[in-house]
């Protein structure tokens, strides 16, 4: 399997993959410290694609993608999705880190 | 595969990732799930029950297995814990070329700027 270049895409592919067959699709994270490399894995054992990454940067992505799989699959593939891009998380979590930032 | 709670499965999933530190990898996967068997599933749906499904977390290191669930309820704050976890852990990944622009962190975002494009022309050189 061809990993996928553009996280964008990704996360769109592996949306589409999980909403077509919700029951079987999975997403797999696997971290290897000692090489500081991460590689994402969506699959419903039909179709795999795959993102890999050595950049700090892509965990922050990652977060968010982690929040989209955790709310598809807890609320179910109906869910919406469309605020949970790190909007509503970050606003959670405002208050508590940044005093005082916004006002 | 043991089924842990919330709390303690991410526990575990810490020293997880503080054993495979010096080598080995750690895998975390996420599925949907109503974790009954096919069997129990096809019953359920013949007699029209309904099936409530969940968000499956399983993480391994290649030696141990350790498995949650999380529910439409308090996946929130598995999810937020379990970012923090990542934060925490995921270090071993190249960050962008800033660590010399902390000194710089207080100025101006232009002049930041413009110091970061002469940084880098200064390194390439």
Known sequence: ?103 | MVRLQPDPFLNELTSMFERTTERGSVWVTLKHSSDKSKAQRNKMKTTGENIEFKCLIRATDGKKNISTMVGAKDHQRFQASYAILLKARLTALKKRERKDKRKAADSDKKLEKSKKKSAAQKAST
């Open chain 1, 1 to 103: 399997m061809v990993y996928i270049t553009s996280w964008d895409d990704f996360v769109e592919r592996s949306v589409q993959l999980f909403r077509a067959d919700p029951e079987k699709t999975r997403y797999v994270m696997k971290y290897r410290h000692s090489e500081g490399k991460l590689v994402l894995k969506v699959t419903d054992d039909n179709e795999c694609i795959k993102f890999r990454t050595d950049q700090a940067q892509d965990a922050k992505k990652m977060e968010k993608l982690n929040n989209i799989f955790f709310t598809l699959m807890a609320r179910g593939p109906d869910a919406d999705i469309s605020e949970v891009g790190g909007k509503e998380q970050m606003e959670a979590q405002a208050p508590k880190k940044g005093r005082g930032r916004k006002q």
